[in-house]
């Protein structure tokens, strides 16, 4: 849809740029500027598709390191209660 927009609009710029003609030399460019403008139309979606796949995967690598840092303070508060008990206990004897 994206790209008949585009075309549909760089052909009729062309066609009501100054004067209306149909001569073939003024069609043809306006044929060729209009499938320049499709082509870079979709190399552009081709690029935003790559990016936002390049996002999902960092947000999911992100997700995973979260989780990974949460469960190594949890470990690690853990681990210090552990510490803390023990000290108390050796304090007591």
Do not use: H, P, Y
Not at 21 to 37: C, F, I, R, W
Not at 58 to 72: E, I, N, V
Request: glycine share 4%; net charge positive.
């Amino acid at each position: 849809m994206r790209k008949l927009t585009i075309a549909g609009i760089a052909l009729a710029t062309v066609l009501t740029a100054g004067c209306a003609t149909t001569d073939q030399g003024a069609l043809d460019e306006a044929n060729a500027t209009a499938s320049s403008a499709e082509q870079t139309a979709d190399k552009a979606m081709n690029t935003a598709n790559s990016a936002a796949s390049s996002a999902r995967s960092a947000q999911q690598t992100a997700d995973r390191a979260l989780a990974a840092a949460k469960a190594a303070q949890k470990a690690a508060d853990e681990a210090n209660e552990r510490a803390k008990r023990m000290l108390d206990r050796a304090s007591k004897k």
